[in-house]
């Protein structure tokens, strides 16, 4: 029972920082929209799509990687080597984000010009390559305070991040940017530049002020190599494809006579609508965060028993948590887009990817617990699949079915993702739920949000949906006593 205690009030911690730095996130992002429009947030999705890939291909898997290392040489009792592990690590990072750095600095006009499409990106462009190995570095850090459990340094340090990253932000888009689109991402990008210069700084005194036992030195290239190679291979492919599509998504829609303004679309859906989508995943992201150095830790000490618990309990926790948003994000459709954005055709466009959350939800978690349990290849052979896959149904829908090919695309390759990641779990630790559970969750769900849709007042209606789809878990047997014990002694076990 002990090894419960300190995930579950660690998963807590980072759920309400987590859950705070989304709100603000999607506050933040409201304000944004207000500012410079649908467009100006279409534009700012492109560049931060480069952005994103410079990050990915500069950190080369090493944030989970160090994560994973770390978890190891603690679960073997051996924490005098993770001066070694950081070591390599902090090398292997400077090396990978300062060769991306020179390559992203030297194409940044052809990259904003052929890519993106507008020439005045370039500068901030330049400035992702400025700061990218501080980030990649901020990754290394981060990752080695997870695996120690330092949980509540990384929420203090996080919370200062997101407080200076806006309010820098706010003030160059005040009294620097004005109208001007491409100054405002410049705005954002060198905001959250310095605010992540900072962050570095503070983890590497606290770092330092832990006077750390160091031991022989220990090589950790193999190591390094067959852990982080496989990650960097993964992430740089799906973020490749992903800034490919993020690119080509606003030229094929440009084709389709459905569409009138592609870059608005464009950042209507990924915007507006995927950041109220996936506000509620920051109660999971905390989860998420801890199972890969639990699970690293619990394999290296030969814990099977409590892998298969983590795992059981995980799935379950994301998949109910997945049906319950699933038919608030669609109920309330209207009151939060019209209410944040005034846009309506965002309100429509998360009507349909609501329907996904439970399957959205749980692919997080399941991904987790895949890297967690060392299976970094698998994840590779299912990202090549399905990217490839969207990449090509988006080329060929986008232009004859607009916004439903894109809708069309992502239903189709995320199914697929999360069918070959659940059932590499289920290799891994053997049956975790039973097949009715799942349908008779959804089943639920559907149910309560058909009955509770004949509401019109927005709290009624969702206070309705929640009493409704609680009693019908209840009755199908889908929560049992059981559950409701296991929480009740989660939280009351500590007193």
């Given at each position: 029972m002990g090894k419960k205690l300190p995930i579950f009030y660690n998963a807590l911690l980072l759920t309400g920082v987590n859950l705070l730095l989304r709100f603000v996130s999607t506050g933040?992002?409201?304000?944004?929209?207000?500012?410079?429009?649908?467009?100006?947030?279409g534009l700012l999705q492109l560049v931060l799509s480069v952005g994103g890939l410079?990050?990915?291909?500069?950190?080369?898997?090493?944030?989970?990687?160090?994560?994973?290392?770390?978890?190891?040489?603690?679960?073997?009792?051996?924490?005098?080597?993770?001066?070694?592990?950081?070591?390599?690590?902090?090398?292997?990072?400077?090396?990978c984000s300062g060769a991306v750095a020179v390559v992203l600095y030297c194409f940044a006009p052809t990259v904003a010009v052929g890519w993106i499409g507008d020439r005045g990106a370039a500068g901030a462009v330049r400035l992702l390559a400025y700061f990218l190995p501080v980030n990649c570095l901020v990754g290394v850090m981060v990752g080695y305070f997870t695996a120690a459990n330092r949980i509540g340094t990384l929420a203090a340090v996080e919370v200062a991040e997101q407080a200076c990253s806006m309010t820098l932000t706010v003030g160059l888009l005040k009294f620097w940017a004005g109208s001007n689109l491409s100054k405002a991402c410049a705005a954002v990008i060198l905001g959250s530049a310095v605010s992540g210069c900072l962050t570095l700084l503070c983890l590497i005194v606290l770092r330092v002020k832990e006077n750390s036992p160091v031991g022989?030195?220990?090589?950790?290239?193999?190591?390094?190599?067959?852990?982080?190679?496989?990650?960097?291979?993964a992430d740089d492919l799906k973020s490749g494809i992903s800034t490919a599509e993020n690119l080509m998504v606003p030229k094929r829609l440009a084709l389709c006579h459905k569409i009138g303004d592609p870059l608005a679309a464009f950042g209507t859906v990924c915007g507006m609508v995927f950041p109220v989508l996936m506000f509620p995943m920051a109660i999971l992201y905390g989860l998420a965060e801890l199972l890969i150095p639990e699970l690293a830790r619990c394999a290296a000490a030969g814990s099977h028993k409590r892998i298969r618990y983590l795992a059981k309990r995980s799935l379950r926790l994301a998949m109910l948590y997945g049906c319950l948003f699933c038919g608030l994000l669609y109920l309330l459709s209207d009151e939060l887009c019209i209410g944040l954005y005034r846009n309506p055709d965002a309100a429509l466009y998360l009507r349909r990817f609501a329907l996904l959350a439970p399957m959205l939800y749980c692919d997080a978690i399941t991904d987790a617990m895949i890297k967690g349990l060392g299976q970094q290849t698998a994840c590779v052979r299912y990202n090549i699949l399905t990217s490839g896959m969207d990449v090509l149904l988006l080329y060929l829908l986008l232009p004859t079915y607009g916004m439903e090919g894109y809708f069309f695309s992502f239903l189709v390759t995320h199914i697929i993702n999360f069918a070959l990641s659940v059932r590499r779990?289920?290799?891994?630790?053997?049956?975790?739920?039973?097949?009715?559970?799942?349908?008779?969750?959804?089943?639920?769900?559907?149910?309560?949000?058909?009955?509770?849709?004949?509401?019109?007042?927005?709290?009624?209606?969702?206070?309705?949906y929640i009493l409704l789809l609680g009693c019908l878990w209840f009755l199908l047997r889908v929560v049992s006593r059981e559950d409701i014990c296991w929480l009740k002694g989660l939280v009351y076990k500590r007193k």
């Open positions: 933040f992002q409201v304000y944004l929209s207000g500012t410079i429009g649908a467009a100006g947030i410079a990050l990915t291909a500069g950190m080369a898997g090493i944030r989970t990687a160090t994560m994973y290392l770390t978890a190891e040489e603690l679960g073997k009792r051996r924490p005098e080597n993770v001066c070694w592990v950081l070591s390599g690590c902090v090398r292997y990072s400077i090396l022989s030195r220990i090589h950790i290239a193999r190591r390094l190599r067959e852990t982080a190679v496989p990650l960097a291979l779990l289920l290799k891994l630790t053997g049956k975790l739920i039973s097949p009715l559970v799942p349908f008779f969750s959804l089943g639920a769900t559907a149910v309560a949000i058909i009955l509770a849709n004949t509401i019109a007042a927005p709290i009624p209606k969702a206070g309705g």
